[in-house]
Nanobody, 115 residues
């Protein structure tokens, strides 16, 4: 079983930066992907950034502003968010996809960006 713990959320002003971190505990092998998703009230959860197979993918809305980094050794994945906008306000979730545990989600961390 895998458990994910997120940290780094908070409230900032537009244009500021935040870094979200996600750490996994437990046993995982065959990590297919690690990523960040977000969900705003009344909207469906959307992919923000993912890394798998050595390649990173980003939502168009965050390209050039957000950077995902990961460590397979420490089973952590971070999301550096620069030039935040009010529309980035959401609950952010990390997700690990592995061969032995399938998809595991973190509990979520709130990011609020004020104009």
């Amino acid at each position: 079983q895998l458990q994910l713990t997120e940290s780094g959320g908070g409230s900032v002003l537009a244009g500021e930066s935040l870094t979200l971190s996600c750490a996994a505990s437990g046993t995982a092998f065959g990590i297919n992907s690690m990523g960040w998703f977000r969900q705003s009230p009344g909207k469906t959860r959307e992919m923000v950034a993912m890394v798998g197979g050595g390649a990173a993918r980003y939502a168009n809305s965050v390209k050039g502003r957000f950077t995902i980094t990961r460590s397979l050794e420490t089973m952590t994945v971070d999301l550096q968010m620069n030039n935040l906008k009010p529309e980035d306000t959401a609950v952010y979730y990390c997700k690990f996809s592995t061969m032995n545990t399938g998809d595991t989600w973190g509990p979520g961390t709130q990011v609020t960006v004020s104009s």
